[in-house]
């Protein structure tokens, strides 16, 4: 009789195990995107340019050792990489992207989920990657029908021109 007890008593916990767990995978309920809404992806890696090598002058080839008298000097680290993605004329996103490595001689990269309301937008993304001050070295505008739930990707590709739309 002890051993029925004990049995019962180990199925009855096992009963409650197993309803707790399912209770948990079911509950709270998640959403991982919310349906009313469309997605855009931004991604990019890209190397900026380097910053312009500079002449010695001879009073300071005169005092460098004969086995490093290089007649220029140039740095190893990359400029700072300038992104912006407006919608409908708003800012969407915006940063400066430092290089990436030790020496600051990799690349800028980001990724970034962005959401927004669905419907027709007019997008401009813009990157800069030059020592310029004022305007951009890559610039495209498009205009984006989105549907909700849709996902829309940004890539940039300096070799085919730009950014990508996926």
Do not use: W
């Amino acid at each position: 009789m002890a051993e029925a007890r004990r049995y019962l008593g180990q199925a009855g916990v096992y009963l409650l195990l197993a309803l707790g767990v399912g209770y948990c995978s079911s509950q709270p309920a998640y959403t991982h995107f919310p349906p009313d809404r469309a997605l855009i992806k931004l991604s990019l890696t890209h190397g900026a340019k380097k910053e312009e090598c500079r002449r010695r002058t001879p009073e300071e080839l005169a005092k460098l050792p004969p086995n490093m008298r290089r007649p220029t000097e140039c740095a190893r680290e990359r400029l700072p990489v300038t992104v912006e993605l407006l919608i409908d004329g708003e800012p969407l996103y915006e940063a400066v992207l430092p290089p990436t490595g030790l020496a600051g001689d990799g690349p800028s990269r980001a990724y970034r989920r962005l959401t927004v309301s669905p419907g027709r937008h007019q997008l401009i993304a813009r990157l800069r990657d030059s020592d310029r001050k004022e305007g951009f070295d890559y610039e495209r505008t498009m205009t984006v029908d989105l549907e909700p739930g849709q996902s829309l990707a940004i890539d940039f590709h300096a070799e085919t021109g730009g950014f990508v739309l996926r």
